[in-house]
């Protein structure tokens, strides 16, 4: 993701956004609001219904016909996900930025539980792979991808990350083979699930949907148990999916593979957002000392996602 100095800034996302509401007919009234600044800028607009998500980096424009494509998918098998706004042709574009416009879901006052996550799962995971390609499951490459856009990383860090890559890489490759290619939603919390007014729960967020064991989705709240302190996570998502994945034989690569992501997803910020670059040394020293007790902060803390009226 280029750093926020640059184009992707969150004052171009919101005149990109404006002008996405604009070609769709709409106005973004003063409830439109700023969910998330990360690798997408995502706006809704309660008053339209929508939801807007604009792609925040070149690097990512490949990922956003493949979700346009699984949502069209979803949309046809009656899949508990949030659904594509199908009244006009996606991706949008503006400029050299692409956008997706979503139906927006009101919130509920029950917002969705870890429990919710897991029943969500199970139901995502029968849906079997889609009848089209979608990529492998590849946290290794994405982390390198990361890593060559990295501007604020010492000499030293790079070279250990880029170790722990090159040493995971094959790992990972002959896990791939041996999960056979089950639909993997990638990014599997509760923030990634939407409860509607009818009390049904949808899951959101399909760019890093792809192909590989299925077991990584319920990895994210086994990891984040253990590092972040929240009792109690693990034991609901594991009774509520069915299947305690910290006594897979596969553990230790699958949280080896979550850490990797937890530590290098948020490169682009390390120069730009005051207290993340020290988070990240810890995260860092934490997994290159093996301790695994070590305790860390969720990036959130720092700012590095907002929630803010537009």
């Not at 919710?116 to 995971?125: A, C, E, M, P, T």
């Not at 949280?255 to 005051?274: D, F, H, Q």
Request: glycine share 8%; with cysteine.
């Amino acid at each position: 993701m280029t750093n926020e100095g640059g184009r992707f800034t969150q004052a171009v996302m919101v005149d990109a956004m404006h002008e996405i509401a604009r070609q769709l007919g709409v106005t973004a009234t003063a409830d439109a609001q700023l969910l998330r600044l990360t690798n997408n800028a995502v706006f809704a607009l309660p008053t339209a219904g929508l939801v807007i998500r604009i792609v925040r980096s070149v690097v990512l424009h490949a990922r956003v016909a493949k979700v346009v494509r699984l949502a069209q998918w979803f949309a046809e098998i009656e899949a508990p996900t949030v659904r594509l706004l199908t009244s006009v042709g996606q991706p949008l574009r503006v400029g050299d930025l692409s956008a997706t416009v979503w139906h927006y879901v009101p919130p509920s006052l029950s917002s969705p539980s870890v429990s919710d996550l897991g029943r969500s799962l199970r139901q995502f995971h029968s849906l079997g792979a889609p009848p089209f390609p979608l990529p492998q499951w590849d946290p290794v490459r994405e982390a390198r991808t990361r890593l060559a856009d990295a501007e604020s990383l010492s000499d030293e860090q790079r070279a250990v990350l880029l170790d722990w890559c090159g040493r995971l890489a094959p790992r990972l490759a002959a896990l791939n083979r041996r999960a056979g290619g089950g639909l993997l939603h990638g990014d599997a919390h509760a923030g990634n699930l939407v409860r509607g007014p009818d009390g049904h729960v949808l899951l959101c967020d399909f760019d890093p949907t792809c192909l590989g064991p299925w077991q990584f989705d319920l990895v994210p709240t086994a990891v984040g148990e253990q590092r972040f302190g929240r009792e109690g996570t693990h034991r609901a998502l594991a009774e509520a999916y069915g299947y305690d994945v910290t006594a897979d034989p596969d553990w230790p690569l699958l949280r080896e593979a979550r850490e990797l992501k937890m530590i290098t997803g948020v490169l682009s910020y390390l120069g730009s957002t005051p207290g993340v670059a020290e988070e990240f040394t810890i995260r860092l020293r934490s997994v290159v000392e093996g301790d695994e007790m070590a305790r860390w902060r969720p990036y959130a803390e720092f700012g590095v996602a907002g929630r803010k009226p537009c």
